[in-house]
């Protein structure tokens, strides 16, 4: 079936350092939405990228998709502890005519002060 | 706005025993999704409607069904739980298919 793989599944920094999350998916995205889940909450929207190649930053956030729309990445620059929580790709397959997010398996943060 | 609402917000049930999470959101989104969430699995599409009057099947829909009561309510049943259901539950919803989605606060649920 259509998967969406993420690595890693647990990244351990010392804050200040840099962190990239990796997304794959084994068909073509129409799409691709990141969220951010704190520990014990609920994931919230951070972005959707569209179009192949795509490049979208928020602060020190910043989010790909790649050229053949099959691959996506998060990299954060010089983490902050307000950065703790487990990252979450959702992809929404190309052709497809409903809106079912294919959501990868999440990586977790953890920023050491 | 409260957004997306759950209750409750925990529960626990025995094998066999049956009940229904209810799922409100005021944004007045068509689309809306209940996820189930387990460790290391993300979250997993159980159903979902894309507007008022439809739903449909998503990625792990066996043992549960699902009413879209109204454009605000989506409420889901277990009519029979195993401990297999047991997970954290996320109601969600989007403007429209595609767009974003905003999440509840989740049910925490355990069968034993």
């Known amino acids: 079936g259509q998967q969406v793989m993420q690595i890693p599944q647990y990244q351990h920094v010392q804050e200040g350092e840099d962190f990239t999350t990796y997304c794959n998916s084994s068909?073509?995205?129409?799409?691709i939405q990141w969220y951010k889940q704190r520990p014990g909450g609920h994931p919230v929207f951070l972005i959707q990228?569209?179009?192949?190649?795509e490049v979208k930053k928020q602060k020190r956030l910043t989010f790909q998709f790649g050229e053949a729309k099959k691959n996506s990445s998060l990299h954060i620059t010089a983490t902050q502890t307000t950065d703790v929580g487990t990252y979450f790709c959702?992809?929404?397959?190309?052709?497809?005519?409903?809106?079912?997010?294919?959501f990868g398996q999440g990586t977790t943060l953890q920023v050491k002060p | 706005n409260a957004g997306v609402t759950q209750t409750p917000k925990f529960q626990v049930l025995k094998t066999g025993q049956s009940m229904t999470l209810q799922c409100a959101q005021d944004?007045?989104?068509?689309?809306m999704y209940w996820y189930r969430q387990d460790p290391g699995m993300g979250l997993r599409l159980i159903y979902y409607?894309?507007?008022?009057?439809?739903?449909d099947k998503g990625e792990v829909p066996n043992g549960y069904n699902v009413s879209r009561l109204n454009k605000r309510e989506f409420s889901l049943r277990l009519e029979s739980a195993a401990p297999s259901q047991t997970s954290v539950y996320f109601c969600?919803?989007?403007?429209?298919?595609?767009?974003?989605?905003?999440f509840g606060p989740g049910t925490r649920l355990t069968v034993l």
């Open positions: 068909t073509t995205l129409s799409n």
């Open positions: 944004m007045n989104h068509n689309s």
């Open positions: 990228l569209v179009k192949s190649g």
């Open positions: 409607s894309a507007s008022e009057g439809t739903t």
């Open positions: 959702a992809g929404q397959v190309e052709g497809g005519n409903t809106g079912k997010l294919i």
């Open positions: 969600a919803s989007s403007e429209i298919l595609r767009s974003e989605q905003f």
